[in-house]
């Protein structure tokens, strides 16, 4: 069984422990070092989103001796344990895609029979926006959009380094630091693969944000992730579940109903495809920050990583992905320039990821943060004439890269920032 055994915060220095037992009788403790505000806490408000990470960030050691079987000491009602075993099944379908699991072998969380889980707290006097921010393309063009409502922002960090594009943000920035038991996960000898990290990040953000008295949390993520890359049975495996659509629903459900109805957390940029957030980049940010941001995990985002100055890597599916984004709305001379100087269209290496990436002669999409392949086939489409083309013929497509949902959360708020 894997035991969810205990979790801690110490209000003095801010710092929170998250204790569990693996299958395997591992222990692990992971710690995050939180920002101490001038403003007295609500208790109960944080040790309810403390329970929530508690949960999330068990993915990360659950994942080294996975077991359908679970001990946690607090009881759930039918909506959590649902919610918890979304997390742990479809959160983790990539996990168990490359490990050879089905979903019978993932997580099953109980609800405990006539439970009436206590109702949500009210926050009514919290006001202000954290903006969570990585230094890539999304979380920049929000910063900037939002820069008039003088948003915090918060980076989470692995390591003692940090994107030092973030100090031109102009606002607040402040530095959450979490510490993954890495030696254990060694020790334990387990699977490895990835966690829905999303969920985990928004998670520590809401913590942050009880903290500072803040009532929102800006996320950073278009239209996508719905576009699953296989199934193991009825079970999809998709790379970033945390970032689809009914994801944040269920999150922010599980917020309201739980923690606070005052609470928000999303996306500003969710009614937009990734293609017209890259338009919006180039019209927004380009000139600020277009040779200073990255969305290569590879070069800069792998844990302990020295990321103070992003870079690419050039080499893998994100940045080809960035690539056929950007091909429509700058020049191939400026973005060849963060490749050094080399066209990605024209490197052998990258033939079979763009063929994932673009649906061509059955290679498997990437498992990685990246486009629909109809949008990506747009996107190619459009690239202007300065880009050499692929050395194969990519379909044409439909897709209708400017078509804005209008049914997501805070997109008016951001159609009025636009309007400005």
Same mark, same amino acid.
């Given at each position: 069984m894997f035991h969810f055994k205990s979790y801690e915060f110490d209000y003095d220095t801010t710092l929170a422990k998250f204790n569990y037992e693996g299958a395997d009788g591992t222990a692990f403790t992971e710690t995050i070092q939180f920002i101490k505000a001038k403003q007295e806490t609500n208790h109960e408000l944080l040790d309810r989103a403390l329970f929530l990470s508690f949960i999330l960030i068990g993915t990360s050691y659950y994942k080294s001796h996975p077991t359908k079987s679970i001990v946690l000491n607090t009881p759930l009602d039918s909506f959590q344990a649902n919610f918890f075993n979304t997390v742990y099944q479809e959160g983790l379908s990539q996990y168990a895609f490359e490990n050879h699991l089905t979903r019978d072998d993932l997580a099953h969380f109980q609800a405990q029979d006539n439970y009436a889980a206590p109702k949500a707290l009210l926050a009514t006097d919290y006001a202000g926006i954290l903006s969570l921010q990585s230094g890539g393309k999304d979380s920049l063009l929000t910063a900037t959009l939002y820069q008039k409502l003088n948003p915090r922002f918060l980076y989470v960090s692995s390591s003692e380094h940090y994107p030092q594009i973030l100090n031109e943000l102009g606002g607040g920035l402040q530095i959450v630091h979490r510490k993954i038991d890495v030696e254990h996960?060694?020790? /334990?000898?387990? *699977? %490895?693969?990835? @966690?829905?990290?999303?969920?985990?990040?928004? /998670?520590?953000? *809401?913590?942050?944000?009880?903290? %500072?008295?803040? /009532?929102? @949390?800006?996320?950073?993520?278009g239209q996508e992730g719905n576009e699953a890359h296989a199934y193991i049975d009825n079970l999809p495996v998709n790379h970033q579940w945390s970032k689809t659509w009914p994801a944040e629903q269920s999150f922010a459900e599980y917020v309201h109903r739980y923690i606070s109805p005052d609470l928000n957390v999303g996306s500003p940029l969710r009614g937009f495809s990734e293609l017209k957030i890259a338009e919006l980049f180039v019209q927004q940010c380009w000139k600020k920050y277009g040779l200073k941001f990255s969305s290569c995990n590879v070069a800069n985002y792998r844990q302990h990583s020295d990321n103070h100055r992003l870079d690419w890597c050039g080499e893998c599916a994100k940045c080809a992905n960035t690539y056929l984004l950007f091909a429509p709305f700058v020049p191939a001379s400026d973005l060849d320039s963060l490749f050094d100087n080399h066209s990605l269209f024209t490197k052998p290496q990258l033939a079979d990821t763009f063929k994932g990436l673009l649906g061509i002669d059955g290679f498997m999409k990437p498992f990685e943060c990246i486009g629909e392949i109809d949008e990506l086939r747009q996107a190619y489409h459009m690239k202007q004439p300065s880009?050499?083309? *692929?050395?194969?013929? @990519?379909?044409? /497509?439909s897709f209708d890269y400017e078509k804005v949902s209008t049914t997501q959360p805070f997109i008016k708020t951001l159609d009025l920032q636009l309007k400005d």
């Open positions: 996960l060694r020790q /334990s000898n387990g *699977l %490895n693969g990835h @966690v829905p990290i999303t969920y985990i990040i928004q /998670s520590l953000a *809401l913590i942050q944000a009880i903290l %500072n008295h803040d /009532s929102a @949390v800006l996320t950073s993520i880009y050499p083309d *692929l050395p194969f013929p @990519v379909p044409k /497509s």
